[in-house]
């Protein structure tokens, strides 16, 4: 395997499968599949799981909500995708742990780095929820804080499209997928990897960014294989 340690970043929409809202468990099945593949190659899983699927706080604070309350809200959203995703990990027989940034004890571990990394080290997958604890963020910044903080040696970013591209493969047809690009060029050509305050986190630590396909089954092992598939961020 190319990467030994991996942190994975799943958005919300991603669970919601063909759904307009929620969860699909099937789709929840096939990750947790995937995930359990590369478990058994001896890589370390760390996971940030997004909340687009149930709430975004700017969606609330677009309709007059108090902005922080709803990005409380979306934090919590996380956390019910971590246990959701934890439940269909469990059952595909992965060990698990969860670890929220902001803390809700009888339901998951507190977010303690040490303890994060051990749990890696015994091949426990370790899913983060609750964002970086703080408003304001997104699950991306999450992802990349917490991949430098466990010492990840990638971020893959899950998601519907394979890669990045010229333009929104989803609207222009002429459009290109990018096999490798650098940071500066993804700000030069403004092209859409994360929000800004992520992607300047993961350059400023030069840490690699590969957005794939997840909804493929077989392409994380792929990605972790080190198979040119996706798009890498580099420096
Ligand atoms: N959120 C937050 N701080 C964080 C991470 C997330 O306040 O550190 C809130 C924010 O409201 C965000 C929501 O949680 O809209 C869901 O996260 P995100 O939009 O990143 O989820 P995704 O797009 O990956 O599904």
């Known amino acids: 395997m190319q990467y030994k340690r991996i942190l994975l970043k799943l958005s919300g929409e ?53 902005r922080v309350q709803g990005d409380h809200m979306g934090m919590l959203a996380t956390v019910i995708n971590g246990l959701a995703l934890q439940s269909a990990c469990e059952d595909a027989g992965i060990q698990t742990r969860l670890q929220t940034a902001i803390k809700i004890n ?13 749990h ?10 609750g964002g970086t604890g703080n408003p304001y963020f997104t699950t991306d910044s999450a992802a990349v804080l917490r991949a430098i903080e466990i010492e990840a040696d990638v971020i893959l970013k899950g998601t519907r499209v394979d890669g990045i591209y010229t ?5 222009d ?14 700000l030069k050509k403004g092209l859409k990897v994360m929000d ?3 992607f300047t986190l993961s350059q400023e630590n030069k840490l690699p960014i ?26």
């Open 106 to 118: 009888e339901v998951a571990e507190p977010f303690i780095r040490r303890k994060a990394m051990r």
């Open 196 to 198: 800004t305050t992520a």
């Open 173 to 186: 047809k002429e459009a290109t997928k990018f096999d490798y690009i650098t940071f500066d060029d993804v």
């Open 14 to 66: 991603a669970l919601m499968g063909n759904r307009q809202y929620g969860i699909d468990p099937d789709r929840l099945a096939e990750y947790a599949q995937d995930i359990k593949t590369i478990i058994d190659k001896g890589v370390e899983v760390a996971i940030v799981i997004g909340g687009g699927n149930i709430f975004r706080g700017v969606a609330g604070a677009s309709r007059g909500m108090d």
């Open 120 to 129: 890696l080290e015994k091949g426990r997958v370790v899913i983060f929820g």
């Open 210 to 235: 590969i957005v794939f396909d997840m909804n493929t089954p077989g392409n994380l092992l792929k990605v972790v294989s080190g198979e040119t598939i996706g798009t890498k961020v580099n420096m």
């Open 167 to 171: 333009a929104d493969p989803e609207k």
